[in-house]
């Protein structure tokens, strides 16, 4: 249920005002349309009590690619990253690491075969011989045999050892159970809420932050139950009742919908939300440096979070994973407009190896994307 308090949406709205020529009017001098009693314009004037700003000095032509850049957007698909869930290319390492396995088992095969024929052929040759020997001991008290099995033991104990202690707090998969339901697939997959919107630190710091309870009510003030979207579930399969969820905002955020005009913001409790992805103290990570600078998208380490019903950790966010990355992610080396970064207007080096062929792209790597010291500090 949504009440009458921001406006209609905006995609779409060329198809709902038959005379495009008032639609231009109202965008210019909405004030002057509903005064003249235009039954549209008195209509959609009822939606909201806040007047919206007049626009006189926009010409028609201005006009019509606002309208047609809204409608584009509104039927815009969020991109996802090609990288997907992988990000830094952690599947090579885990195939590289399955090869590995496989051949290091087919060599010990052949070698204890080696051996066995080894050992067969030599008692051929001493009973050709009529050389006597004394009776092989049992496998269990062969030294050499137990020797190998040891060894074997070893190794296979301390890969298993090692690759436990490289995944402490990783944190892989991780999919805790939030205080309130929140469903990325419904806010920024079907209703396409920009990421920025609740997590717009990410745009201008190190951190994405978390939204408060206010920017939440942003939207919820007036959206008070939720019945015309999918069924929600739990990671577990349970159904949730999204109206439920919007109820237990309304309980941080101090706020009665039968009177909403009476709602004081600064009372609101904070939301005790569970953090997901989580970075050892001795690493640092700017999502300002990799989303404003780098274009980096979200899907890239958080994965198609805008596919999420309940969000979980799906990269493994460790430094192999993020090298990786920085081998592969190419700059956006054109510093000569506004699309480039101007910062890198002081590596001309690399602008006049592009120019005579010798590079033909620059990647985080030779930026200084590997050195120690850009992460750890």
């Not at 809204?70 to 815009?76: A, I, L, Q, R």
């Not at 190998?148 to 805790?176: C, D, S």
């Not at 109206?243 to 905002?249: G, P, Y």
Request: with cysteine; aromatic share 10%; proline share 4%.
């Amino acid at each position: 249920m949504k009440s009458n308090s921001t406006g209609p949406a905006l995609g779409g709205v060329q198809d709902r005002w038959e005379d495009q020529g008032k639609l231009h009017e109202w965008i210019r001098d909405n004030a002057a349309l509903i005064k003249s009693g235009y039954p549209k314009a008195v209509e959609v004037s009822k939606i909201s009590t806040t007047a919206m700003d007049l626009f006189p000095t926009l010409t028609d032509a201005d006009i019509d690619a606002i309208l047609t850049y809204v409608d584009e957007k509104f039927k815009e698909v969020p991109k996802v990253a090609q990288n997907g869930e992988t990000g830094g290319g952690s599947g090579n390492g885990n195939q590289n690491a399955v090869i590995f396995g496989v051949i290091s088992l087919i060599l010990a095969l052949i070698a204890f075969i080696l051996m066995y024929v080894n050992s067969n052929l030599k008692k051929l040759s001493d009973d050709t011989e009529g050389i006597e020997r004394p009776e092989p001991s049992p496998f269990y008290r062969n030294k050499v045999y137990i020797a190998i099995f040891a060894v074997f033991m070893f190794i296979l104990g301390g890969f298993f050892v090692t690759k436990g202690m490289i995944g402490l707090n990783r944190q892989h998969g991780y999919e805790p159970e939030q205080p309130i339901f929140y469903s990325h697939k419904v806010h920024a997959g079907i209703n396409q809420i920009s990421c920025l919107y609740c997590h717009g630190n990410a745009w201008e710091s190190k951190t994405a932050a978390i939204p408060s309870v206010n920017v939440c009510m942003n939207c919820h003030k007036t959206i008070q139950s939720y019945e015309k979207g999918p069924e929600l579930f739990d990671k577990n399969g349970n159904k949730v009742n999204g109206t439920a969820e919007i109820a237990k905002l309304y309980e941080y955020a101090g706020f009665d919908p039968k009177n909403p005009d009476a709602w004081d913001p600064s009372k609101a409790k904070p939301i005790e939300w569970v953090k997901i992805h989580n970075m050892p103290d001795h690493v640092y990570f700017n999502h300002s440096q990799h989303v404003r600078v780098g274009n980096v998208q979200c899907q890239t380490c958080h994965g198609e979070i805008n596919e999420m019903d309940v969000v979980k950790q799906v990269s493994e966010l460790s430094m192999g994973w993020c090298v990786n990355c920085h081998r592969q992610t190419k700059v956006n080396f054109n510093y000569s407009d506004s699309t480039g970064n101007q910062f890198y207007s002081i590596y001309e080096k690399f602008h006049n190896d592009i120019k005579s062929g010798k590079m033909d792209s620059v990647t985080v790597k030779d930026i200084g994307g590997l050195e120690c010291q850009k992460c750890h500090y």
